[in-house]
């Protein structure tokens, strides 16, 4: 059953562009970055009767740009929250500018666990009272699976969402939202001229269409979908071993949770 309602976080370029276009038609958007006129020209090229395409700008590595954003998204009943917009800095972490270290962690992991945390409750008591099931997609990427110098904090953003998402999905296993980390690989979008890495440029470099249609596939299918066939099979017994310990480790502490619920402090 197609979503009612997507947010899609950096839908100005790239693969969060790709997602806004490879959704269904009847699926409404909100489309989020920084750059007003890209999204602007994105909302005509999409918007057809029957289907609204909101349009916020906001920086989503400030306070004020996510909470502009979750305070536009409670307006409209989203039911599929696709965390995308994420940046990194090629080079040294100690060459690496300090803003440029800040924007990274801000972005790709504040904004991710922010939004995520802020819309998700809703988006499964709609679901629930609907009868339909929501959707969360976490973008990732290959460099989650191991510690990457010369990317040192961008890969370690990507392992927190990995490592975020799997615990994510083993907490919510019993409630209606599918829940995704899509990992891509090299794709050709403008990633690379913005990181000061021509990543896309790399041979075998994937399309960003390919990549969002993929992710869509995989939604509700598995938890982690790595994109391309030969990283996903290199990569399988590394995600059935984690697969099968986050899962171990959720039934261990699900039940300390609820033994340990009542009474319990007060929570920062
Ligand atoms: P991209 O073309 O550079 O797109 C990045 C998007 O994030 C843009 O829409 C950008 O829009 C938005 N963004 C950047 N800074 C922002 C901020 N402060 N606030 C709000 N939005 C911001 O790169 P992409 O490859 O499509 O990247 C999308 C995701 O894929 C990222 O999470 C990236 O880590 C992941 N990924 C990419 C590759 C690759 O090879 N390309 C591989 C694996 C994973 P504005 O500049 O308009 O704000």
């Known amino acids: 059953m197609p979503h009612r309602f997507a947010l899609v976080t ?89 803003e ?54 961008y890969s370690a953003t990507k392992a927190f969402i990995l490592s975020y998402g799997e615990a994510l999905a083993t907490e919510l296993r019993r409630k209606p939202v599918d829940v995704l980390v899509l990992c891509p690989g090299a794709t050709r979008t403008r990633f690379g001229e913005r990181s000061g890495f021509a990543v896309g440029s790399l041979p075998g470099a994937a399309d960003p269409d390919d990549v969002a249609r993929d992710g869509l596939a995989a939604l509700g299918r598995r938890t982690v979908h790595v994109s391309g066939f030969g990283t996903r099979q290199l990569l399988r017994p590394f995600l059935w071993s984690r697969h099968a310990a986050t899962g171990g480790l959720g039934a261990l502490l699900s039940a300390f949770d609820r033994g340990n619920r009542f009474g319990r402090p007060p929570r920062l």
């Open 100 to 153: 440029a270290e800040r924007q990274t962690v801000e972005l790709n992991v504040t904004a991710v666990a922010v939004l995520t945390r802020a819309l998700l409750p809703a988006m499964i008591d709609r679901a629930a009272r609907d009868n339909r099931r929501a959707g969360l997609i976490l973008v990732s990427s290959t460099t989650a699976f191991q510690p990457v110098p010369y990317l040192a904090t």
């Open 10 to 98: 950096g839908a100005s370029s790239g693969i969060g562009e790709a997602f806004a276009r490879a959704l269904p038609a009847d699926t409404g958007l909100l489309i989020t970055a920084r750059d007003a006129e890209a999204l602007t020209r994105l909302q005509h090229e999409l918007s057809r009767p029957g289907r609204a395409v909101e349009v916020l700008a906001a920086d989503l590595a400030t306070d004020d740009g996510r909470a502009a954003l979750a305070d536009k998204a409670r307006t409209l009943d989203i039911d599929l929250l696709i965390n995308n917009a994420g940046v990194g800095a090629f080079g040294a972490v100690l060459e690496n500018t300090e």
